[in-house]
């Protein structure tokens, strides 16, 4: 019986706790600059949950980071973005622009930016990027403006905020 248990404790046990949890989790970076009067956003995704995503919503093959990666990925990367994440700043709806994208191990950095923004009262943030296709994901939203910080953590139910500073 004694030797049950050790064999458990010793093999079971570790074996078990080696399962594979998949986290779905991106982060949005905003920063106001006041020196350029814009709003920078940063987004991080995971490249295997974004390329995933568009694939199935364009019915297009992307292969990011290999030979065959798509020539005009920018093009659904921007159309995505344009669909799931939405800003108002001072309760006015404000578009932004997509500056590109990088890759970094197994991320994909976004960049964006809305101009012409005097000060900053308030942002609310409409991000529901990854969540049609991943219902657990999780959106988590870090803000600067001047020196104040604000974040919030988005959910498929929750996928809206107004931060105020």
Do not use: R
Request: proline residues 1%; hydrophobic residues 35%; aromatic residues 12%.
């Amino acid at each position: 019986m004694k030797n049950k248990k050790i064999f458990l404790l010793l093999f079971i046990i570790p074996i078990l706790s080696f399962t594979t949890h998949k986290y779905y989790l991106s982060l949005t970076q905003i920063n106001y600059k006041s020196e350029t009067k814009s709003i920078q956003i940063i987004i991080n995704v995971f490249m295997d949950d974004i390329e995933t995503a568009l694939n199935k919503k364009y019915n297009i093959d992307l292969q990011l980071t290999s030979d065959n990666e798509l020539k005009n990925n920018d093009v659904y990367f921007e159309k995505y973005l344009n669909s799931k994440l939405h800003f108002k700043v001072n309760n006015i709806s404000k578009k932004y622009t997509y500056i590109g994208k990088e890759y970094d191990g197994d991320l994909v950095f976004f960049y964006l930016e809305i101009e012409d923004i005097k000060e900053v009262k308030n942002i609310e943030i409409s991000n529901q990027i990854l969540m049609d296709q991943f219902p657990q994901q999780e959106n988590l939203v870090k803000s600067k403006v001047g020196k104040k910080h604000k974040s919030v953590l988005l959910t498929k139910k929750e996928f809206s905020s107004t931060l105020t500073y």
